[in-house]
């Protein structure tokens, strides 16, 4: 009989004493980094009534029930492991952070879960940290966001990654017209994938205005430098995307202005998540990384649906998805077994005591057999460099294993 105690469910994940010191070291890099650029921490429960994830008005936000994990409290109310961390920090924004100057300037780092492909394949349970930017509504709060996720990057270790950068007015308008309303979700999937042929099967099944119908097959291969949004511009007249088009050069403008426009291109078919985001959005992608490291844009609508409207920008870095580029580009630094292993003679604890604590500048681990050559084979196994042994004559012999 297969023993279920000694695994853990599909999509989650233990961590162990290595690979919890790379998150950890890596996690805190990132917070020093937001701490700099004054963005201070909130924490969020991990559960949340339902309404928080699936109640938001005309959808935006909304996450899907069936990818929830739901339970009831003691009074029938339902409740949901948070699936979206940054649906409960719009919440707190908008109730209990009302008399705060705006713009807001917050951070966090926690996980979220839900039956879901996440960006590192079907996770249940995924760690993020990240920042949001609320009550400013300009293309200064855009790079500055942007600016940061990918100084946080930088910061993290990570060598080399690429931005790729659309604009959600862009595609909205595209997908706008109500002859696609019937084929609107199988087209979106189609330019996100661009899968050219299937999208081109599907539009010659529809009866659109040619100008249009060229403009949509376009969108899948509108990605690149800065000349692709000469592309897109010619595909267009529709005002909407023309003010989208503007929008991201000034913030090509901005982002050149720091010297980081080497590590950006556009992507003006990233359809994903229409819903949740209003405009600028943006992701981080890594050689060797089939989904993106870093993700994020502006949601202007979303803090409306918690009673208090507010533009907002923000971005997410996924630790997991950090750690995989981390260890790929050999930039995971620092592990290290401790320093020393300390024994003593069993009349020797104050002694003994008082040494480990002058030595803790360093890494520490105690012996706790009664004689000094089992304590050199402990160190052996363990990998320690010095052992240290105290007698009850007060002797210390520091041998270098």
């Given at each position: 009989m297969e023993r279920r105690n000694v695994h853990v469910p599909e999509g989650v994940q233990d961590y162990l004493p290595e690979e919890c010191y790379y998150k950890r070291q890596a996690e805190q890099l990132v917070a020093e980094l937001f701490e700099q650029w004054g963005y201070e921490e909130v924490q969020t429960p991990s559960f949340e009534y339902y309404d928080v994830f699936a109640g938001a008005a005309a959808g935006i936000g909304?996450?899907?029930?069936?990818?929830?994990?739901?339970?009831?409290?003691?009074?029938?109310?339902?409740?949901?492991l948070r699936p979206d961390l940054t649906?409960?920090?719009?919440?707190?924004?908008?109730?209990?952070?009302?008399?705060?100057?705006?713009p807001l300037r917050l951070c966090y780092r926690g996980n979220g879960f839900g039956y879901t492909m996440h960006t590192a394949g079907r996770q249940q349970e995924f760690a993020q940290i990240g920042i949001e930017l609320m009550g400013e509504a300009g293309l200064k709060a855009d790079a500055e966001v942007l600016m940061i996720g990918m100084r946080a990057l930088q910061a993290a270790g990570v060598g080399f990654f690429q931005i790729e950068v659309g604009h959600m007015a862009f595609c909205k308008a595209l997908f706008g017209s109500p002859l696609l309303q019937a084929a609107n979700g199988k087209l979106r999937?189609?330019?996100?994938?661009?899968n050219m042929p299937a999208l081109r099967a599907l539009l010659d099944t529809m009866a659109l205005p040619e100008r249009l119908h060229k403009a949509l097959l376009a969108l899948p291969s509108l990605f690149g430098s800065i000349e692709v949004l000469d592309e897109a511009e010619a595909i267009t007249d529709m005002p909407e995307c023309r003010a989208a088009i503007q929008q991201l050069r000034t913030l090509y403008d901005k982002i050149s202005a720091v010297g980081l426009q080497h590590l950006v291109t556009f992507d003006l078919g990233m359809v994903q998540e229409m819903e949740y985001y209003s405009g600028i959005t943006f992701r981080g992608m890594a050689p060797g990384l089939g989904y993106p490291l870093l993700s994020g844009g502006r949601y202007d609508g979303l803090l409306g649906t918690f009673g208090k409207p507010m533009p907002a920008t923000g971005c997410a870095i996924g630790v997991r998805e950090l750690l995989q580029v981390l260890a790929a580009q050999d930039a995971l630094t620092g592990w290290q077994k401790p320093d020393y292993m300390v024994g003593w003679e069993a009349e020797c604890d104050e002694t003994a005591w008082k040494r480990i604590q002058d030595l803790?500048?360093?890494?520490?681990v105690c012996y706790l057999g009664d004689d000094r050559t089992g304590l050199i084979e402990e160190a052996k196994k363990r990998s320690v460099t010095h052992t240290l042994w105290i007698s009850v004559q007060g002797e210390e012999v520091d041998v270098h294993v």
């Open positions: 909304q996450v899907q029930q069936e990818q929830m994990h739901k339970f009831v409290d003691e009074q029938g109310r339902l409740l949901v649906l409960p920090i719009a919440r707190v924004a908008a109730t209990k952070l009302l008399d705060a100057p705006l999937e189609l330019v996100e994938q661009k803790q500048q360093r890494s520490v």
